[in-house]
Nanobody, 119 residues
Framework: QVQLVESGGGLVQAGGSLRLSCVAS????????MAWFRQAPGKERELIAT????????YYADSVKGRFTISRDNAKNTVYLQMNSLKPEDTAVYYCNLNRIDGTRNTYWGQGTQVTVSS
């Protein structure tokens, strides 16, 4: 099993910044990628950024490209999401996601952290 704990959410004014962290524990070997999703009220969960655990390749949704940066610290089993130039439409619960392959492909989710951007 893998446990994911997010932190760093909160209330910020438009144009401000926040940095989310997600620490993985448990069976953290054979990780292939980690990602951040978000879900706003009444909307589906949206993939916003991914990072390959070994090569560090990244992907961003168009809605956050140029404003958000995903990074990881393999030694600390931690992934970060630096969010700059925040907009009210970035308000959502942000979820950390981890994928690993250990015979079979497994996906794990954190409990989510609330980000609220005021106008």
């Amino acid at each position: 099993q893998v446990q994911l704990v997010e932190s760093g959410g909160g209330l910020v004014q438009a144009g401000g910044s926040l940095r989310l962290s997600c620490v993985a524990s448990g069976r953290t070997f054979s990780v292939t990628s980690m990602a951040w999703f978000r879900q706003a009220p009444g909307k589906e969960r949206e993939l916003i950024a991914t990072i390959n655990w070994n090569q560090g390749n990244t992907y961003y949704a168009d809605s956050v490209k140029g404003r958000f940066t995903i990074s990881r610290d393999n030694a600390k089993n931690t992934v970060y999401l630096q969010m700059n130039s925040l907009k009210p439409e970035d308000t959502a619960v942000y979820y950390c996601n981890l994928n690993r392959i250990d015979g079979t492909r497994n996906t794990y989710w954190g409990q989510g952290t609330q980000v609220t951007v005021s106008s």
